[in-house]
């Protein structure tokens, strides 16, 4: 089901640049991808690689215009000291606020109908 509701790539990247002008996902490394679902393949992702976790994190948004967050599977145990684990906390942390920012501006440029 394609839907043309959702934002562009560009936008996508145009809000992600605007973002980080004024803040920033601690610790870790952030971009913007096109779709690889066929039905959306105008619309993009965001991709962040978590830089104290084996792990990567995918903000998406759906046909209803809803930011979402998925995080990569890992396997086994990653023991952290204390210092990596609140790194860790704050590439969380600051990821969820990137994806509110996201929501905001999606909302703002929701379509008039």
């Known amino acids: ?3 043309s509701s959702r934002p562009t790539l560009a936008e996508i990247t145009d809000w992600v640049a605007d973002y980080e002008k004024t803040s920033r996902v601690a610790h870790a490394t952030v971009h913007v991808l096109p779709q690889e679902d066929l039905d959306h393949v105008d619309s ?7 830089n104290h976790g084996p792990a990567s994190i995918y903000l ?4 209803e215009r809803r930011w979402t967050a998925a995080l990569t599977e890992r396997s086994g145990e990653f023991p952290l000291p204390g210092d990596h684990l609140i790194a860790l906390g704050e590439e969380l942390l600051t990821t ?10 999606t909302d703002a440029a929701a379509p008039v109908s």
Not at 45 to 50: E, G, M, Q, Y
Not at 60 to 63: G, R, S
């Open 1 to 3: 089901m394609t839907c």
């Open 44 to 50: 993009g992702i965001v991709a962040v690689h978590l």
């Open 60 to 63: 998406n948004v759906d046909c």
């Open 96 to 105: 969820g606020q990137l994806c509110e920012y996201l929501q905001k501006r």
